[in-house]
């Protein structure tokens, strides 16, 4: 770790070293399982529309999980009210894809999160707003964060993100997730749709810094759990402070820890079959 290296840095703070081993022991227990050695493209796929699911409910559009399944299977529009329906079908397809994305987020993550943000996004906003950065437009807000940063700051702070996604860290991958997450929650580049990118560019990081690389957890479901420290925790990122960064990389792994943990809620239904 050096002073060029602000994440390895950052996982120095207090609380962050317990929290990165919990969160690395969780998700190794999922790795472990049995079941992965023979289906786990199954784990990954049901992984893909639980997180989707959790992620859609945490931007406002809840649906149960068994009815979006028979949905998706039936084909065609889900039979959900708008703007629901325009966000849970963006979690799907934006999870669907992802794993379709990770040469490109490796080596140009502003290019994938603009693809993202297409996927997500192209069922509630206009197509000249669909992966380009927002400029006069005030972005939403659904976990209630507050006054999104003025538009003039998100060119280069994007840029400043993606310089970081790309550059040798000795971090561990929960601190990137973490720094990933909050910085796209925090700065909204997008009129709408930044929560879903959020949680989704979060999901690369682990499975590109190989804490998960088959993409078996599901930690937006640990995010759903957690919704009230969730919006906290981003707050306390927002603020930019050395404790509230840290309680935001806590509250990360506690997530990712539960997302572990719904994993194996996953393994262990193919074991009953």
């Known amino acids: 770790m050096t002073v060029d290296d602000p994440l390895g840095q950052l996982a120095a703070w207090p609380g962050v070293a317990q929290t990165v081993a919990e969160a690395r022991a969780a998700v190794d227990g999922l790795l472990n399982h049995r079941m992965l050695r023979q289906r786990s493209a199954e784990v990954s796929a049901e992984s893909s529309l639980r997180g989707a699911r959790a992620s859609a409910e945490l931007d406002g559009a809840a649906v149960e999980l068994e009815w979006l399944r028979v949905q998706l299977m039936a084909g065609g529009p889900l039979t959900l009210p708008e703007p629901g329906r325009a966000v849970v079908e963006g979690a799907v397809r ?62 280069p702070r994007l840029n400043a993100l993606a310089d970081l996604v790309v550059t040798p860290t000795a971090a561990p991958a929960l601190v990137t997730y973490a720094l990933v997450h909050g910085e796209l929650l925090t700065l909204r580049p997008f009129p709408a749709g930044n929560g879903l990118v959020a949680r989704a560019a979060g999901r690369l990081v682990l499975i590109a810094r190989g804490l998960d690389p088959k993409s078996v957890s599901v930690p937006e479901v640990g995010h759903r759990e957690l919704h009230t420290e969730y919006a906290a925790a981003a707050r306390d990122y927002a603020a930019g402070t050395a404790d509230g960064l840290a309680r935001w990389v806590r509250h990360c792994g506690r997530a990712v820890a539960l997302g572990a943990r719904e994993g194996l809620a996953v393994c262990e239904a193919l074991v009953r079959g």
């Open 94 to 155: 934006l999870h669907a894809e992802l794993g379709t994305m990770l040469a490109v987020w490796e080596r140009a993550p502003r290019q994938a999160l603009a693809r993202m943000h297409v996927l997500a996004a192209s069922g509630f906003l206009d197509s000249t707003e669909l992966g380009r950065p927002r400029h006069d437009a005030v972005a939403e807000d659904p976990l209630g964060l507050g006054a999104a940063p003025d538009a003039a700051t998100v060119p």
